[in-house]
C-alpha cells in the first residue's frame, strides 16, 4: 500500500497551524489542510507491512491499539496517494460513519499503532481521512440513502451523542424507522456541547444532521427521557429502545469550601460557552465580550483547572479566548516522559507527554505550560461573598498518592473548572428503565448483544462502557445497530 520506500523518501509533514497569539481572538477551527500533492506524499509513506496495526482496534495492556473501527486504513490511504478521493471515501464510508468528527477530535489511535512509526513518525492517517471527507463533502459525495423498503419496525435511540447517531444511521438505513431523543435543544451530546467549536466546529454536526433527517431519522429536541417521557411509554410505542446517553455523571471535588460560588463542573461550563457562540450565529467577537456567563465576564480573572486530560485542556484554551488573566491547571499524575519507556512497547498507546492546543496558547500568552503535576486541591478558599478566592494545594507522592508534607500551597482563583472526569450514567435514566449496573455504575449487558437487563432495551457508548473516546462510541453505535437490527428480523446484513 502507498508508494514502495514512500517512507524512506518523504518525512512526515502535517498540515499548517495557525498560531497560538492568532487564534485565541477565535473559536474557529485552526488546523488547516495540506496541499493535495503534499496530501498524497503523506499517504505515500504507508509502507506495505504486512500486519496492519493500524486498524487493529484492540485493547493492549488495558488501553486501545489501532482504530476501534477497523477502518481499511492502508486501502484509504493507498488511494489518497494515487489521487482517487472519490474512492478512498466509498472505502472509508464502508466502516466510519462520522469521518468529520473523528478526523479533527479523535487522538488517532490508528497512528500509535503504525508500524511505520516503530522507529520513526507514524503515517499521517488522520489528516489523510480529513482530506478525504473534506473532499467527500466539497465534491457532494456525502449521502445519506432514504430506505427503498421499510420494515415496519420502531427504534427509540436515547441521546444523541456519536454513538446515538451512529446506530440511528445504520438502522434507518436498513429501514426500522428511527426517533432519536435528546434532552438538548441541538443534537450531537459532548461532540456539540463537551467539544469546544476551535476544536470540531457544531456546523459539521448539523450538516450531517440535515442529511440524517433527509433519509427519515426523526430527532425529538428538549425531551429528556426518564422525565419528560417515560420508559413505560417508549417500550409501548418502539419494537426496541437504545440507551446512548452518555456517562455525563461528572466526579466532584469534595472538600472543604466546595460549596463556594464560582465553581463549576467544565462539562457546564463548556456546555454554556459552546451553546452561546451557536445562539449568537458564531459572531466570536460577542461571545468574548459577554459579561452575562452565569459564571460572569473572566476579563483578567484567574481560572483554576482540576483535571489534566482532554476536557482540561479544552477548559484552558475556552477561558484564554474569554479573557483569563491567568490559568493554572492541576493534574495530580507525575509528569509523563518525553519518550516512550521500556515498559510502554509498541504498538502500545504511548504515555508520553503531550502538549495540546489549549496549552500551547497558555505558554504563549503567558509564558509558561500551565500544568502543575503531582497536585490535587484540598481546600477551596471563600471570600466575604461567599465565592471563591484561592485554592489550597498540595503535592502527591508519585506512586502512593501520598500528600508530601511542606508542599502546601494557596492558588488565587476567581474561577474553578473541574474537569476530573465522569463517574458513569446518570441515576435517573438507569432508574427510570431499570436495569442492571456494573460496579462503575456504567449499564450492564450481555456480552457482544449490547442488551441490558431489561427485555428489548439495549446500551451502548459511554452509558455502556464508561468515558471513552468519540470513535469508540461511534463504534459501540454501530454495533449495538447490528445487534438490534439481528433482534428485530433474525439476521443482520448491516457491515
Known amino acids: 500500500m ?24 477565535s473559536f474557529e477551527e485552526f488546523h488547516r489542510r495540506l496541499p493535495l500533492e503534499k496530501q498524497q506524499e503523506q499517504a505515500a509513506r504507508c509502507m506495505e507491512c504486512g500486519v496492519p496495526f493500524c486498524q487493529y482496534g484492540g485493547m493492549i495492556a488495558g488501553m486501545g491499539s489501532g482504530c476501534p473501527l477497523h477502518n481499511l486504513v492502508p486501502e484509504t490511504n493507498d488511494l489518497v496517494y494515487k489521487g482517487n478521493l472519490e ?7 464502508k466502516t466510519h460513519s462520522f469521518p468529520e468528527f473523528t478526523s479533527r477530535v479523535c487522538p488517532a489511535l490508528c497512528e500509535a499503532a503504525c508500524t511505520c512509526g516503530y522507529h520513526g513518525d507514524a503515517v499521517s492517517t488522520k489528516e489523510n481521512e480529513r482530506t478525504i471527507i473534506d473532499y467527500a463533502y466539497e465534491h457532494d459525495l456525502v449521502e445519506e440513502p432514504v430506505p427503498q423498503i421499510r420494515t415496519g419496525k420502531k427504534v427509540a435511540v436515547v441521546g444523541s451523542g456519536p454513538s446515538g447517531l451512529a446506530a440511528a444511521q445504520l438502522l434507518n ?13 441541538r443534537a450531537g451530546g459532548l461532540l456539540r456541547y463537551g467539544i469546544p467549536n476551535m476544536k470540531l466546529d457544531k456546523r459539521s454536526i448539523d450538516r450531517r444532521i440535515r442529511l440524517m433527517e433527509a433519509a427519515g431519522v426523526e430527532f425529538r429536541y428538549n425531551v429528556n427521557v426518564g422525565v419528560d417521557v417515560t420508559a413505560e411509554e417508549l417500550g409501548r410505542e418502539y419494537d426496541r429502545v437504545i440507551l446512548c446517553g452518555g456517562a455525563s455523571n461528572p466526579r ?20 454554556e460557552v459552546s451553546k452561546r457562540l451557536m445562539d449568537e450565529n458564531y459572531d466570536a467577537a460577542k461571545v ?32 484564554i479566548r474569554l479573557g483569563a488573566g491567568s490559568v493554572v491547571q492541576l493534574e495530580m499524575m507525575p509528569k509523563p516522559s518525553e519518550k516512550r519507556m521500556e515498559s510502554n512497547p509498541w504498538p502500545e498507546w504511548p504515555r508520553v507527554l503531550k502538549t495540546d492546543y489549549g496549552q500551547e496558547e497558555a505558554i504563549d500568552r503567558f509564558g509558561h505550560d500551565p500544568r502543575i503535576y503531582q497536585t490535587t486541591v484540598t481546600e477551596f478558599v471563600k471570600n466575604e461573598k461567599g465565592r471563591v478566592c484561592a485554592a489550597k494545594t498540595v503535592m502527591l507522592q508519585p506512586k502512593t498518592f501520598q500528600k508530601i508534607e511542606g508542599s502546601e500551597k494557596e492558588i488565587k482563583a476567581d474561577l ?23 460496579r ?19 446500551a451502548a457508548g459511554d452509558i455502556r462502557r464508561g468515558q471513552s473516546l468519540v470513535v469508540w ?11 438490534v437490527d439481528r433482534s428485530l428480523m433474525g439476521y443482520t446484513n448491516l457491515l
Open 2 to 25: 502507498g508508494k514502495i520506500n514512500g517512507f524512506m523518501e518523504y518525512q512526515r509533514e502535517d498540515g499548517p497551524v495557525t498560531a497560538p497569539s492568532e487564534r485565541i481572538g
Open 87 to 93: 474512492q478512498a471515501y466509498y472505502r472509508l464510508a
Open 173 to 185: 438505513r436498513r429501514g426500522h424507522q428511527v426517533t432519536v431523543f435528546e434532552r438538548r435543544d
Open 252 to 271: 466532584n471535588i469534595q472538600v472543604p469550601g466546595r460549596e463556594a460560588e464560582g465553581i463549576y463542573f467544565a462539562v457546564d461550563f463548556l456546555t
Open 288 to 319: 468574548i465580550q459577554a459579561k452575562d456567563f452565569s459564571f460572569g465576564s473572566l476579563k483578567g480573572k484567574s481560572v483554576v483547572v482540576i483535571g489534566g486530560g482532554d476536557t482540561g485542556n479544552d477548559c484552558v484554551g475556552t477561558v
Open 416 to 438: 474553578v473548572l473541574i474537569a476530573a472526569g465522569f463517574l458513569g450514567s446518570q441515576k435517573y435514566l438507569t432508574d427510570a428503565f431499570g436495569v442492571e449496573l456494573d
Open 440 to 458: 462503575r455504575s456504567n449499564i450492564a449487558t450481555e456480552a457482544d448483544t449490547y442488551q441490558t437487563s431489561k427485555e428489548n432495551v439495549f
Open 473 to 483: 462510541a461511534i463504534s459501540e453505535g454501530r454495533a449495538v445497530a447490528k445487534a
